[in-house]
């Protein structure tokens, strides 16, 4: 059991999500620094309030805190905009990019009889048995 567990840990994903978790919880920590330190001080004196964790009011003796749900509101809204133009985007335009010169033709097709994959260039389904009509090009239709 420890083989299969150690296995399943040294597998590509498990690392690739355990390196994405702490790198996003640094990050998370980072916007939250800069929103705390410079952001709200910023919109505070432009607002003329000195801070919005002090923000709160009081209702039957508890106390409703909301200048740090405000807080927590800018930081999400950065680490989404982060996010969002610093990975998404640039990743989109690399699949984009890297999608131009690739073929689309499709490698498989479908068996008319059993209707299982089989490879597009297959004479007769490995499933079934049944012969299977090969596609041919528009081009190769007029020679």
Known sequence: ???????????????????????????????????????????????????FSGLMFTLNGSQFKYGHFINALISFFLVSFAVFFFVVKPMNLLVARSRKGAPIDPTTKKCPECLSEIPAKAKRCAHCGQAVEEKRNKTERIK
């Open 1 to 51: 059991m420890f083989k299969e567990f150690k296995k399943f840990l040294l597998r590509g994903n498990v690392v690739d999500l355990a390196v994405g978790v702490v790198v996003g919880a640094a990050f998370g920590t980072v916007v939250t620094a800069l929103v705390s330190d410079l952001l709200t001080p910023f919109i505070a004196a432009v607002a003329k309030v000195p801070d």
